[in-house]
């Protein structure tokens, strides 16, 4: 017997609505030792203690709109409709990142290495799944022409070798050992249609894979 998917990658959860591929749950919030990060549809929040300050369009942004946050000990990184933007900790200097580094330059999602933060995972919107090396300032773009069933891609998600990708055509997953695809179908009892958000944790009604 197939075993269905919802057994086969424990850790993962997905969620898939009926919804514009760039609906997102806000608030989105993360923290580690340099405070709370917080961001949604009107910019990024950092809180310190009671101290809070906000960072938004041509305040560290290139736009309002935060669609994901991922943070390392020396970054943190925010994907918007506009590009990706860096805050380095250390100098508290933005960059942001936009074609032609970039596919496009609306980013939907982060998802880090964590044994190597150097190696981040980027979503775009029309431009598929994006790699960057920043220890070689490399970008790797892995498309439809590499495997992936569609260049919409809502969210990413690195776990282990694996990188999957929540796009308008299903569940995939990048398998970095060998540089190929899987792709999700009914057969792995996979339900049909857009995915919209990946997470490693159990929130409210998202559906375990």
């Known amino acids: 017997m197939r075993r269905p ?12 609505l009926a919804a514009p591929a760039q609906a997102r ?8 030792a340099s405070g709370t990060w917080v961001g949604g ?6 809180g310190q203690g009671e101290l809070w300050t906000r960072y938004s369009k041509g305040k ?33 200097r933005w960059e942001t990142f936009t074609t032609p ?5 609306h980013v939907t999602g982060i998802s880090m290495d964590t044994s190597d933060p150097d190696q981040l995972w980027v979503s775009t919107l029309g431009g598929g799944l994006v790699n960057y090396d920043a220890r070689k300032n490399r970008w ?8 992936l069933p569609s260049d919409q891609v809502n969210d990413v ?8 990708a929540a796009t308008d055509a299903g569940l995939a997953a990048l ?17 049909p249609g857009a995915v919209l958000e990946l997470d490693a944790g159990l929130r409210g009604d998202r559906a375990v894979l």
């Open 5 to 16: 998917l919802l057994h086969t990658v424990p850790l993962l959860l997905l969620l898939s």
């Open 25 to 32: 749950r806000y608030p989105i919030t993360t923290s580690d």
């Open 41 to 46: 549809p009107e910019g990024l929040l950092h």
């Open 60 to 92: 560290g942004l290139n736009a309002n709109q935060v669609n994901d946050i991922e943070l390392s000990s020396r970054s943190v990184w925010v994907a918007t409709p506009a590009g990706l933007s860096r805050l380095d900790k250390g100098t508290r």
């Open 101 to 105: 580094d970039l596919p496009v330059n």
């Open 140 to 147: 790797t773009r892995h498309g439809k022409a590499q495997g």
């Open 157 to 164: 998600l690195f776990r282990g070798r694996t990188v999957f």
């Open 175 to 191: 398998d970095l050992t060998n540089s190929t695809f899987k792709v999700y179908t009914a057969r792995d009892g996979m339900a």
